[in-house]
Structure formats: structure tokens, C-alpha cells
């Protein structure tokens, strides 16, 4: 949705959108990350500057992160297959087998080539967790490009409110209820700010009781477990949301807080299982719970 958005605007983002997944689903045949897995262990593959510019980024992040956001986890993700009919629960022994091919520290990137490599035989780039914080980006540059000056977009767990509302006044987002499809927990405010949440409803499936969701632990190769419904991250850029989104649900509260703590202009919010939600210094003072089944902590 966007202020003096024309045919054209629409026209040309979704244009990117698709271009975008061309480049980088690992979902689609013939895009760069489909002929990056073909040919791990074998050679290189030049890939166009999305691919690059997205891949970079992940690695970064996994290195801030320890390794709790991977993209080199394509081979667990594709092992669980959650959100496709035949999810399960892997076999011990197939994690075992899988878990030593996701590690980003083997992951070789060639700048001036513009190349990437995987350099074992199964190992798999995913990047799931961060291209649709770039598409957001994406479309809010071509957005301002074409002179709109405000609007908001939504991908789906990444929100972007970029301009300021013709009154002056923030914008209010709500940030979604893990546990409640159309329900809230809250309301935070925010100017020219990206929103960016990952959560255990997002993709899940249920077997024996037990909820398994698409956030994987590259450490014991299962649903990550830390205590958490969903974390949020506002920041400028949603490819830093949406890729810290994913990394601090994955660290837990204790250790994604110090990490968002130790980057300046990032604000994050948690969710936790005991329903009880907390946040960093920037955005809890402007945050208002309108769901009495939950509560703020300190
Ligand atoms: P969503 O896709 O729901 O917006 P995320 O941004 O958190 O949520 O991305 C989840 C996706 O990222 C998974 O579907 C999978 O493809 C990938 N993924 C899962 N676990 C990890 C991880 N530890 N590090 C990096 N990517 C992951
Ligand atoms: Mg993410």
C-alpha cells in the first residue's frame, strides 16, 4: 500500500519480486542458489549481485550470530521439509548425517568473480531467512524513486513503514499473536522503520503433541527450543530484521539481547512461552499491549 501509488509503482516492484525469487529461491529450479547446491563439492558458480549481495549479508550475520543463523542450512531444512505434506521427524540418525554439511565457515565467496562455492558434496544454501527483508528494501527504494513519499508494505512477517503519516505522527504496527491467527499482542510505534517478526507459527507442523516449526538449531538440528513464541526487530533495513529476526529466535533471549544490544539503531521485542513479553530500551516505551493474555515484563 502506498501514498500516490500508481499502476506502474505496483508493476514495476512485483516485477522485482519475481526477478528477486529468479535469483534466490531454493525452491525453484534453474535460479542461482539451485545451481549453487548442484555444484557443491565440484566448482564455483558465478551468480548475479542479488545473490551476492543477500549471501554476503547472511554470511555476516552467521558470523555475529555463532553460527545460529546458517545459510548453509539447506540440507536440515530440506531433511524436516516442514511446510510440505510429508513433513516428519527425521531419524537420529538422518541428523547426524546431515548436521556436519551446515556449517558457514566452509562457505567460499569470490567477490570479484561474484562466485560462491560450496565446497562438500551436499552442502546446500538456503535463504529463506533473509530475501524477503531484501525484497522489502527492494521495494521500498523503487517506492521512493517513484517520488511516493509514504506508504506501508507488508511481506508477510516483514513490514516496512517508510515516509512519515501526513500528520507527523508514527505509524502504529501490531506486532502479530504467536498463538492466534488475525490477533495482536501490541501496538508499536515507528517512523521510517522496518518490522520484522519470526515466530513458531509462521510454518509448523504437529506430530505426537508436539509443535515442530521451520527455525532450525544448526547446533542439535531440531526446531530451536529456547523459550520463546517469536521475536521482533525493528531496524532501518529489513534484510538486518529479517535476518536478526531469525538468528535471535534461534539464540534465545539472554544471548540475542546482547546482540542486538551491541548493534546501534537495532530494537527488538520477545514473545515467550510464559506469555510474558519484553524489549529493548527503544521500543518498549513506545510499545502498548492491547492483549490482556499477555503481559510486559521488565
Ligand atoms: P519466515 O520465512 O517465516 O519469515 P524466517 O525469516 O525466520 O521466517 O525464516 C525461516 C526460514 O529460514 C526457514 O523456512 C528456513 O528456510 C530458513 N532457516 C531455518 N532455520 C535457519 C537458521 N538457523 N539460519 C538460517 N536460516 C534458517
Ligand atoms: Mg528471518
Given at each position: 500500500?502506498y501514498?500516490?501509488?500508481?499502476?506502474?509503482?505496483?508493476?514495476?516492484?512485483?516485477?522485482?519480486?519475481?526477478?528477486?525469487?529468479?535469483?534466490?529461491?531454493?525452491?525453484k529450479?534453474?535460479?542461482?542458489?539451485?545451481?549453487?547446491?548442484?555444484?557443491?563439492?565440484?566448482?564455483?558458480?558465478?551468480?548475479?549481485?542479488?545473490?551476492?549481495?543477500?549471501?554476503e549479508?547472511?554470511?555476516?550475520?552467521?558470523?555475529?550470530s555463532?553460527?545460529?543463523?546458517?545459510?548453509?542450512?539447506?540440507?536440515l531444512?530440506?531433511?524436516?521439509?516442514?511446510?510440505?505434506?510429508?513433513?516428519?521427524?527425521?531419524?537420529?540418525?538422518?541428523?547426524?548425517?546431515?548436521?556436519?554439511?551446515?556449517?558457514?565457515r566452509?562457505?567460499?565467496l569470490?567477490?570479484?568473480?561474484?562466485?560462491?562455492?560450496?565446497?562438500?558434496?551436499?552442502?546446500?544454501?538456503?535463504?529463506?531467512?533473509?530475501t524477503?527483508?531484501?525484497?522489502?528494501?527492494?521495494?521500498?527504494?523503487?517506492a521512493?524513486?517513484a517520488?511516493?513519499?509514504r506508504?506501508?508494505?507488508?511481506?508477510?512477517?516483514?513490514?516496512?513503514?517508510?515516509?512519515?503519516?501526513?500528520?507527523?505522527?508514527?505509524?502504529?504496527?501490531?506486532?502479530?499473536?504467536?498463538?492466534?491467527?488475525?490477533?495482536?499482542?501490541?501496538?508499536?510505534e515507528v517512523?521510517?522503520?522496518?518490522?520484522v517478526?519470526?515466530?513458531?507459527?509462521?510454518?509448523?507442523?504437529?506430530?505426537?503433541?508436539?509443535?515442530?516449526?521451520?527455525?532450525?538449531?544448526?547446533?542439535?538440528?531440531?526446531?530451536?527450543?529456547?523459550?520463546?513464541l517469536?521475536?521482533?526487530?525493528i531496524?532501518?533495513?529489513?534484510?538486518?530484521?529479517d535476518?536478526?529476526?531469525t538468528?535471535?529466535?534461534v539464540l534465545?533471549?539472554?544471548?540475542?539481547?546482547?546482540?542486538?544490544?551491541?548493534?546501534?539503531?537495532?530494537?527488538?521485542?520477545?514473545?515467550?512461552?510464559?506469555?510474558?513479553?519484553?524489549?529493548?530500551?527503544g521500543?518498549?516505551?513506545?510499545?502498548?499491549?492491547?492483549?490482556?493474555?499477555?503481559?510486559?515484563?521488565?
Amino acid at each position: 500500500m502506498y501514498d500516490k501509488g500508481t499502476r506502474k509503482l505496483y508493476q514495476s516492484i512485483f516485477n522485482r519480486f519475481n526477478e528477486i525469487e529468479d535469483h534466490l529461491s531454493a525452491n525453484k529450479a534453474g535460479t542461482d542458489i539451485a545451481k549453487v547446491n548442484a555444484a557443491a563439492g565440484i566448482a564455483p558458480v558465478v551468480v548475479h549481485e542479488d545473490t551476492f549481495t543477500v549471501t554476503e549479508a547472511a554470511l555476516r550475520y552467521a558470523e555475529s550470530s555463532g553460527g545460529a543463523f546458517d545459510p548453509t542450512i539447506g540440507p536440515l531444512v530440506q531433511l524436516w521439509n516442514i511446510g510440505f505434506n510429508d513433513a516428519h521427524v527425521p531419524a537420529q540418525q538422518e541428523i547426524d548425517y546431515t548436521l556436519p554439511l551446515v556449517d558457514f565457515r566452509d562457505l567460499q565467496l569470490n567477490s570479484e568473480q561474484s562466485s560462491i562455492y560450496l565446497p562438500r558434496l551436499g552442502m546446500k544454501l538456503d535463504l529463506g531467512a533473509i530475501t524477503k527483508g531484501y525484497a522489502a528494501d527492494e521495494a521500498v527504494r523503487i517506492a521512493r524513486e517513484a517520488k511516493s513519499p509514504r506508504g506501508v508494505i507488508n511481506l508477510g512477517g516483514n513490514v516496512y513503514a517508510f515516509g512519515v503519516k501526513k500528520d507527523g505522527s508514527p505509524w502504529n504496527i501490531g506486532i502479530k499473536d504467536p498463538l492466534e491467527e488475525d490477533s495482536i499482542v501490541g501496538i508499536a510505534e515507528v517512523r521510517n522503520k522496518t518490522i520484522v517478526t519470526s515466530g513458531v507459527y509462521e510454518r509448523f507442523f504437529e506430530a505426537d503433541g508436539m509443535r515442530y516449526h521451520h527455525i532450525l538449531s544448526p547446533v542439535d538440528g531440531y526446531p530451536a527450543r529456547t523459550g520463546l513464541l517469536s521475536t521482533t526487530i525493528i531496524a532501518d533495513r529489513s534484510l538486518d530484521g529479517d535476518a536478526l529476526s531469525t538468528a535471535v529466535f534461534v539464540l534465545g533471549y539472554e544471548r540475542g539481547h546482547q546482540l542486538i544490544e551491541s548493534i546501534p539503531g537495532i530494537d527488538a521485542i520477545f514473545v515467550f512461552e510464559d506469555m510474558s513479553i519484553r524489549g529493548t530500551a527503544g521500543v518498549i516505551e513506545s510499545f502498548t499491549l492491547t492483549n490482556e493474555l499477555f503481559r510486559v515484563r521488565k
